[in-house]
């Protein structure tokens, strides 16, 4: 496995907590109909939620203040 011979595999290379990846979570099988990637439920890039049910998702640091309030830093 290539994330082995690159000394990565702790990082990359499986889908496991903890690692590194990036992710496309549609409803449906999109090998039997590529049209079910119209139906995208989340992206992770880097490991980190991005999308989810069509909504982008930010971390709380980039949140302004107000917003921050209202969650209760959540």
Known sequence: NAARILCIADQVGTIEAGKRADLLVVSGDQ????????????????????????????????????????????
């Open 31 to 74: 090998a039997a109909n590529i049209s079910n990637i119209k139906n995208t439920r989340m992206v992770f890039q880097d490991g980190r939620l991005t999308v989810q049910d069509g909504l982008l998702v930010f971390p709380r640091q980039y949140l302004p203040e107000p917003v921050q309030a209202i969650t209760n830093g959540k």
